[in-house]
C-alpha cells in the first residue's frame, strides 16, 4: 500500500464560523417559534416523521439505547433537523443521532 498523501487525510474543508453561527441562530429561531427550545420539549413536540420513529423504537428494541437514551436521540436528531433548516425529523437525522452517542459498538 502506498504512503497517504496529506491532503487524503486531513479531510475536507470546515465550514467558516459565520456560516457555523447562522445556522445555530436560524435553529434557535425555529425551537423559539415552535414555542420551546428542544431541552425542555416533550417527544410529543419532536416532529417525527414514522420511519424516525421506527428506527428509535428498533433501537431501543435492540438494546442500542435506553428509553432515557432515546429521549436524548430524540432531541439531538431535532437540533440536527433544526441546523439543517426542515421541519420534520427524518429517519436520516436520528440515525446521525444515534452514531454521535459512539456508546455501542457493532461487533
Known sequence: ???????EYSGPRGEASAGVAARIEG????????????????PDDMGESDEARGLITAAVGRGIVTARGADRVRRVART???????????????????????EWRDD
Not at 500500500?1 to 491532503?7: A, I, L, T, Y
Open 27 to 42: 435553529a434557535r429561531a425555529l425551537q423559539i417559534d415552535r414555542g420551546t427550545i428542544n431541552r425542555r420539549s416533550s
Open 80 to 102: 440536527i433537523a433544526d441546523l439543517a433548516g426542515v421541519e420534520r425529523v427524518e429517519e436520516h437525522h436520528v440515525a446521525e443521532a444515534v452514531g454521535l452517542r459512539g
Open 1 to 7: 500500500m502506498g504512503r497517504v498523501g496529506p491532503d
